[in-house]
């Protein structure tokens, strides 16, 4: 069977491409939200021991990115009180996706962009 490839559908494919890329991106920064969920709720019972910073994992869009992001418990709760809100390793910003908030020491809280935010919002694990 032949494989017709015109121009114009080319770059419909290249949209949809694009446009699964940027989904994929914002599932797996969601998803990494809810391990992030599972490391604060470990550490929460240990934090009478230790009431430093916690080793939570970068939640940026790179779904091989499994840097570590030290915060304080009350930094990541403040993240997490906003649902379009995710923090990551400086230098992992995907300015397609997200915008600065904020910056700190060792990490940068994003917003997701308009659009971006539904998948966000639609997993908040704290609805
Ligand atoms: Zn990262």
Same mark, same amino acid.
């Given at each position: 069977m032949w494989? $017709?490839?015109? *121009?114009?559908?080319?770059?419909l !494919?290249?949209?949809?491409? /694009? &446009?699964?890329a940027?989904?994929?991106?914002?599932r =797996?920064e $969601?998803?990494?939200?809810?391990? =992030?969920?599972?490391?604060? /709720?470990?550490?929460? !019972?240990f934090? !009478?021991?230790?009431?430093?910073?916690?080793?939570?994992?970068?939640?940026?869009? &790179?779904e @091989?990115?499994?840097?570590?992001?030290?915060?304080t418990?009350?930094?990541?709760? @403040?993240?997490r009180?906003?649902?379009?809100?995710?923090?990551?390793?400086?230098?992992h910003?995907? *300015?397609?996706?997200?915008?600065?908030?904020?910056?700190?020491?060792?990490?940068?809280v994003?917003e997701k962009?308009?659009?971006?935010? /539904?998948?966000?919002?639609?997993? /908040? *694990?704290? *609805?």
């Amino acid at each position: 069977m032949w494989i $017709t490839t015109e *121009p114009e559908s080319e770059i419909l !494919a290249q949209m949809a491409t /694009d &446009d699964a890329a940027r989904e994929r991106s914002v599932r =797996n920064e $969601t998803l990494f939200r809810q391990v =992030n969920e599972r490391v604060r /709720d470990v550490s929460e !019972a240990f934090s !009478a021991l230790d009431p430093s910073e916690i080793n939570f994992v970068c939640e940026c869009g &790179d779904e @091989q990115c499994t840097e570590p992001v030290s915060l304080t418990l009350a930094e990541y709760e @403040q993240v997490r009180g906003v649902p379009t809100h995710f923090f990551v390793v400086p230098g992992h910003v995907i *300015p397609k996706v997200e915008v600065v908030v904020r910056r700190s020491e060792g990490h940068v809280v994003v917003e997701k962009l308009p659009g971006q935010s /539904d998948v966000a919002v639609e997993t /908040d *694990p704290r *609805p």
